[in-house]
């Protein structure tokens, strides 16, 4: 699914990884990890320096991610919980720079009606696209279809 194209030294470029710092502190969940520190706590000024580290490590091979602070956040309309997983800021970097770096491949592996969890698409634009199709060939029946894997099919398959 990645192109070879793809390197590490691209991931760990100091200035890919500011401007994902940037990303992080501009739309990212204020939380803080295990270690205490939100993102927005750094300054930008010690996030420069931190980052040239941050590229070396990952260069050399080193760096490697810390534990996350379990949180658990209510589910809407039930008693039950779901568990947050928070990485301390700079897993947070590498994270959204390795997505960052793999979404234009990702992209090209997507079928062109595939709608979830795409930059630039959303829920109301595949209502509309729907619309549109069952106008123009003149179908008013939607069939709407679970599919799931065993957990046993999901562990032959790894």
Not at 50 to 64: C, D, F, G, H, P
Not at 95 to 123: C, D, I, M, T
Not at 144 to 157: F, K, L, N, W, Y
Request: net charge positive; with cysteine.
């Amino acid at each position: 699914m990645c192109s070879s194209d793809l390197t590490l030294k691209q991931v760990a470029d100091p200035d890919h990884l500011m401007d994902c710092v940037r990303k992080l502190v501009r739309e990212g969940g204020p939380a803080a990890g295990v270690d205490g520190i939100s993102p927005r706590d750094i300054s930008m000024s010690n996030f420069v320096r931190i980052v040239k580290q941050l590229s070396a490590a990952l260069m050399e091979k080193r760096w490697r991610p810390q534990r996350t602070r379990l949180q658990p956040i209510p589910k809407p309309g039930t008693d039950e919980k779901r568990i947050l997983k928070i990485g301390v800021a700079l897993d947070r970097v590498v994270g959204k720079a390795l997505h960052e770096s793999l979404q234009p491949f990702w992209e090209k592996a997507y079928l062109r009606n595939s709608f979830g969890f795409r930059p630039g698409r959303s829920v109301w634009q595949m209502v509309a696209e729907l619309g549109g199709t069952m106008e123009k060939y003149d179908r008013w029946v939607l069939v709407i279809a679970d599919v799931q894997i065993g957990r046993a099919s999901c562990r032959e398959r790894v």
